[in-house]
């Protein structure tokens, strides 16, 4: 039956999340966060520990408290909405998934169980310098020599670089393939000799870095899942985190509608509300039919992913669809707001800068209506 | 949260695709055109065939002739024959009138009117907007005044879709000339053959007459076709908008997206200097876009059924939730409607039965230009896209009026 409705336990964690970050998480604090090198506060970080998000979607046996993917999402809006700038994402959405989906039982053993009582930050290296967004475009290289793998290249805008502890790279072992057949993936710890960082000025203020490998020399146990075969456990992990992105943006444009309306509610011009024109109106009745429509798509894909099914067409039209549409309702935003939301001490530039960075982050909108033309059978 | 389908509706679905194997739309020459909506063109006998299955009151009381099923049956059985393009529109306001006889009809207006209209056999239309009252609806003019057992009706009435090939109306007159018109106005049910009454086709920018005039001159209409409460109609005429608002719009992601597989096939055939259309990146981009905006679309659609299904009344306590899907699925109907035309490029401008018109011989000949140019009265018929986004504005997000 068709049913928007989350459940009571999901219904919880949306309540305890919001609550959570109300409390914990002002906008002064994410300003600091922004200026911190770091970009991260261990004492909040400890604190979502604690209420066992790190490990949200990690089976038991690693310490994790065996959510579903969709609990993953509804955390992930959450802090959409509260506009959280932290190495959740890169660490429990992106790098865990991975090593979950291709590590061995060793590795899963040592590394899971650090990640769900959060001593352990991780990363993925997948994006090298590029005209355009493209996953597949891989140039690092691992050689074998020995009993250690020599990796040479650069990748850029690699989350939370600088502070993670390992990073999970893509490298292409297998010259002679294309695309992401003839990749591997190793762990690599951040102060293995050869590897530097540069933290790159984003306009958001995230933490996002060139990463250089120079002559870096990797154990051969550090290689995840099988040689070669690093574009398989790629694709899944992608896929999910591409969705928990899409339902992080979600959390954000309807924090962004919800700030708007309340404003043109209060704030009087001409002697009535600004909220009681037409042109004002439009405006946020657009904000609202946009965000409605996102809502449905981001959790319908959530829920064939965490199933299993085939949704590559979904997962595609969710991020084109809300990258677009949160662009539009910051712009919307703005226009309601005036001039008072265009200044930097506002709560709306943090949002509006962060909605690009989202846009960008896995592929934006025209990345993926291409792979929507594909699966239309263009 | 949920979004599939038990396997009880799946069969509602593959029992859809056999009737439409059985009666394919192709056989049932339209009065009118499909419009685009979804719900196809106008066939008398088309209708006639699905009340003979029952269809039409599938969800209405089983004591009318109906099926008793829930709403949600409603929705698949619609949102199925979309996929064909069944031309179901003779039937559009059977779908409204009978949830409106059903909340608000006489015992006898039941017996009377509804088992004929399970049965395709009673054709309405809506007499409502007036040359001076559209959006603004207070503005109207049309009078029923008592006398005896009747209320005599003076007025005219325009815009009225199907009316000229309807049996009965569904009137909303002035009873009240002194009250506030929100509690002055009643609604009736008018035989169309009644003395008095002369109805006058309109041609719409499609050429064809889509609508009609409707002018009311001493029209005796009996006390007893008063349809719920006297001076209450204007409230009921709201929620019987629902609909058009709702399921006039549901089947919107369906019919788009049949169009959309159609342009897909068509730009993979056809080339230009060598080069299959489909490489264009520009129809690439666009055509996924539009794929995208259906999706979008079902979900808003989705969410409508899914309150109705829990027994929300949607049509009193949420309408703008309707209002929501109404706008989307009527501006994305004006977008896909001018793509489908940009990627025929000049051949689009060609009527059916032209040299040189697309698709020739086949039943999508001449469809795109009628729908292109119908296209921008879609988001004026049932309540405009304006005044749905001023619904939207007060309701969902409870901003001041003026």
């Given at each position: 039956?068709?049913?928007?409705?989350?459940?009571?336990?999901?219904?919880?964690?949306?309540?305890?999340?919001?609550?959570?970050?109300?409390?914990?998480?002002?906008?002064?604090?994410?300003?600091?966060?922004?200026?911190?090198?770091?970009?991260?506060?261990?004492?909040?970080?400890?604190?979502?520990?604690?209420?066992?998000?790190?490990?949200?979607?990690?089976?038991?046996?690693?310490?994790?408290?065996?959510?579903?993917?969709?609990?993953?999402?509804?955390?992930?809006?959450?802090?959409?909405?509260?506009?959280?700038?932290?190495?959740?994402?890169?660490?429990?959405?992106?790098?865990?998934?991975?090593?979950?989906?291709?590590?061995?039982?060793?590795?899963?053993?040592?590394?899971?169980?650090?990640?769900?009582?959060?001593?352990?930050?991780?990363?993925?290296?997948?994006?090298?310098?590029?005209?355009?967004?493209?996953?597949?475009?891989?140039?690092?290289?691992?050689?074998?020599?020995?009993?250690?793998?020599?990796?040479?290249?650069?990748?850029?805008?690699?989350?939370?670089?600088?502070?993670?502890?390992?990073?999970?790279?893509?490298?292409?072992?297998?010259?002679?393939?294309?695309?992401?057949?003839?990749?591997?993936?190793?762990?690599?710890?951040?102060?293995?000799?050869?590897?530097?960082?540069?933290?790159?000025?984003?306009?958001?203020?995230?933490?996002?870095?060139?990463?250089?490998?120079?002559?870096?020399?990797?154990?051969?146990?550090?290689?995840?899942?099988?040689?070669?075969?690093?574009?398989?456990?790629?694709?899944?992990?992608?896929?999910?985190?591409?969705?928990?992105?899409?339902?992080?943006?979600?959390?954000?444009?309807?924090?962004?509608?919800?700030?708007?309306?309340?404003?043109?509610?209060?704030?009087?011009?001409?002697?009535?509300?600004?909220?009681?024109?037409?042109?004002?109106?439009?405006?946020?009745?657009?904000?609202?039919?946009?965000?409605?429509?996102?809502?449905?798509?981001?959790?319908?894909?959530?829920?064939?992913?965490?199933?299993?099914?085939?949704?590559?067409?979904?997962?595609?039209?969710?991020?084109?669809?809300?990258?677009?549409?949160?662009?539009?309702?910051?712009?919307?935003?703005?226009?309601?707001?005036?001039?008072?939301?265009?200044?930097?001490?506002?709560?709306?530039?943090?949002?509006?800068?962060?909605?690009?960075?989202?846009?960008?982050?896995?592929?934006?909108?025209?990345?993926?209506?291409?792979?929507?033309?594909?699966?239309?059978?263009? | 949260?949920?979004?599939?389908?038990?396997?009880?509706?799946?069969?509602?679905?593959?029992?859809?695709?056999?009737?439409?194997?059985?009666?394919?739309?192709?056989?049932?020459?339209?009065?009118?055109e499909d419009e685009g909506y979804g719900f196809g063109g106008?066939?008398?006998?088309?209708?006639?065939?699905?009340?003979?299955?029952?269809?039409?009151?599938?969800?209405?009381?089983?004591?009318?002739?109906?099926?008793?099923?829930?709403?949600?049956?409603?929705?698949?059985?619609?949102?199925?024959?979309a996929?064909?393009a069944?031309?179901?529109m003779?039937?559009?306001?059977?779908?409204?009138?009978?949830?409106?006889?059903?909340?608000?009809?006489?015992?006898?207006?039941?017996?009377?009117?509804?088992?004929?209209?399970?049965?395709?056999?009673?054709?309405?239309?809506?007499?409502?907007?007036?040359?001076?009252?559209?959006?603004?609806?207070?503005?109207?003019?049309?009078?029923?005044?008592?006398?005896?057992?009747?209320?005599?009706?003076?007025?005219?009435?325009?815009?009225?879709?199907?009316?000229?090939?309807?049996?009965?109306?569904?009137?909303?007159?002035?009873?009240?000339?002194?009250?506030?018109?929100?509690?002055?106005?009643?609604?009736?049910?008018?035989?169309?053959?009644?003395?008095?009454?002369?109805?006058?086709?309109?041609?719409?920018?499609t050429?064809?007459?889509s609508?009609?005039?409707?002018?009311?001159?001493?029209?005796?209409?009996?006390?007893?076709?008063?349809?719920?409460?006297?001076?209450?109609?204007?409230?009921?005429?709201?929620?019987?908008?629902?609909?058009?608002?709702?399921?006039g719009r549901?089947v919107r992601?369906?019919a788009t997206?049949r169009m959309?597989?159609?342009?897909?096939?068509?730009?993979?055939?056809?080339?230009?200097?060598?080069?299959?259309?489909?490489?264009?990146?520009?129809?690439?981009?666009?055509?996924?876009?539009?794929?995208?905006?259906?999706?979008?679309?079902?979900?808003?659609?989705?969410?409508?059924?899914?309150?109705?299904?829990?027994?929300?009344?949607?049509?009193?306590?949420?309408?703008?939730?309707?209002?929501?899907?109404?706008?989307?699925a009527d501006?994305l109907g004006r977008r896909a409607a001018n793509?489908w035309?940009?990627?025929?490029?000049?051949?689009?401008?060609?009527?059916?039965?032209?040299?040189?018109?697309?698709?020739?011989?086949?039943?999508?000949?001449?469809v795109i230009p009628f729908q292109y140019l119908f296209a921008p009265g879609v988001g004026?018929a049932?309540?405009?896209?304006?005044?749905?986004?001023?619904?939207?504005?007060?309701?969902?997000?409870?901003?001041?009026?003026?």
């Amino acid at each position: 039956m068709i049913d928007f409705d989350l459940s009571e336990e999901q219904k919880m964690l949306q309540t305890a999340a919001r609550e959570f970050f109300d409390t914990n998480y002002p906008k002064t604090l994410v300003r600091e966060l922004i200026k911190d090198p770091k970009g991260y506060f261990p004492e909040l970080w400890r604190r979502m520990v604690k209420l066992g998000w790190m490990g949200i979607i990690l089976p038991e046996k690693y310490g994790g408290s065996g959510g579903t993917f969709l609990d993953l999402c509804i955390l992930c809006e959450e802090m959409g909405r509260a506009c959280l700038v932290d190495p959740f994402f890169s660490t429990v959405v992106v790098g865990a998934p991975i090593i979950l989906e291709a590590g061995s039982d060793e590795q899963k053993q040592k590394l899971l169980p650090q990640v769900a009582s959060g001593d352990l930050i991780l990363t993925l290296a997948l994006t090298e310098p590029s005209p355009k967004y493209d996953p597949y475009f891989v140039q690092t290289g691992a050689k074998l020599d020995g009993a250690n793998y020599v990796i040479n290249g650069v990748k850029l805008f690699v989350e939370n670089a600088h502070i993670a502890d390992c990073i999970i790279l893509v490298a292409r072992t297998d010259k002679s393939k294309v695309r992401d057949e003839g990749f591997t993936l190793f762990l690599i710890d951040t102060k293995t000799p050869g590897l530097s960082h540069t933290l790159l000025k984003t306009i958001s203020g995230d933490k996002q870095c060139e990463v250089v490998f120079n002559n870096v020399r990797v154990p051969k146990e550090n290689v995840l899942g099988t040689l070669n075969e690093g574009g398989s456990y790629l694709k899944e992990a992608l896929d999910k985190a591409t969705v928990a992105k899409c339902a992080e943006m979600l959390g954000s444009a309807q924090k962004i509608v919800e700030m708007s309306v309340d404003y043109a509610k209060e704030r009087v011009q001409f002697g009535h509300p600004i909220g009681s024109y037409q042109a004002i109106q439009w405006l946020c009745a657009d904000m609202s039919i946009e965000v409605k429509g996102a809502r449905y798509i981001i959790y319908k894909t959530a829920l064939e992913l965490n199933e299993g099914l085939p949704c590559s067409f979904d997962i595609a039209a969710c991020k084109a669809w809300i990258s677009d549409a949160q662009y539009r309702i910051c712009l919307r935003a703005h226009e309601v707001f005036g001039a008072i939301g265009f200044t930097e001490e506002h709560d709306l530039p943090l949002y509006t800068r962060r909605a690009k960075t989202q846009e960008l982050t896995l592929g934006d909108s025209r990345y993926h209506r291409e792979v929507v033309a594909c699966e239309l059978g263009m | 949260m949920d979004f599939s389908f038990t396997p009880e509706q799946e069969k509602l679905r593959q029992e859809v695709r056999d009737f439409i194997k059985e009666h394919p739309p192709e056989n049932y020459p339209c009065e009118l055109e499909d419009e685009g909506y979804g719900f196809g063109g106008c066939s008398r006998e088309f209708t006639r065939e699905m009340g003979k299955k029952r269809w039409i009151g599938i969800s209405w009381p089983k004591e009318y002739g109906g099926l008793g099923r829930p709403w949600i049956d409603m929705f698949i059985l619609k949102d199925e024959l979309a996929r064909y393009a069944a031309p179901t529109m003779a039937h559009f306001y059977i779908d409204s009138m009978g949830v409106s006889i059903v909340a608000h009809g006489t015992e006898e207006q039941k017996k009377e009117f509804l088992p004929k209209m399970a049965r395709g056999e009673l054709i309405w239309a809506t007499a409502l907007s007036e040359p001076d009252a559209g959006s603004d609806l207070f503005g109207m003019k049309t009078t029923a005044v008592r006398k005896g057992d009747d209320f005599i009706v003076n007025g005219n009435k325009v815009w009225n879709t199907l009316s000229h090939f309807s049996d009965w109306l569904l009137l909303l007159a002035i009873t009240d000339p002194e009250a506030p018109r929100a509690r002055g106005m009643s609604t009736f049910v008018v035989d169309v053959k009644t003395p008095g009454i002369t109805l006058r086709p309109v041609a719409d920018m499609t050429f064809s007459e889509s609508f009609a005039e409707i002018f009311f001159d001493e029209v005796k209409v009996p006390a007893k076709n008063l349809l719920g409460p006297l001076n209450r109609g204007f409230a009921q005429t709201m929620e019987s908008l629902e609909g058009d608002r709702f399921w006039g719009r549901m089947v919107r992601p369906v019919a788009t997206r049949r169009m959309l597989d159609l342009m897909v096939q068509y730009c993979n055939e056809t080339k230009h200097n060598g080069v299959p259309l489909s490489k264009d990146t520009v129809i690439r981009d666009t055509l996924a876009e539009l794929a995208i905006e259906i999706e979008v679309c079902r979900g808003l659609a989705y969410y409508v059924i899914s309150l109705i299904d829990k027994g929300i009344n949607v049509s009193l306590e949420a309408s703008h939730e309707e209002s929501i899907l109404k706008t989307f699925a009527d501006e994305l109907g004006r977008r896909a409607a001018n793509v489908w035309m940009q990627i025929l490029g000049p051949k689009g401008q060609l009527w059916k039965g032209s040299k040189y018109v697309p698709f020739e011989g086949e039943p999508f000949e001449g469809v795109i230009p009628f729908q292109y140019l119908f296209a921008p009265g879609v988001g004026l018929a049932g309540g405009t896209t304006q005044m749905q986004r001023q619904t939207i504005a007060w309701r969902d997000l409870g901003l001041p009026r003026a």
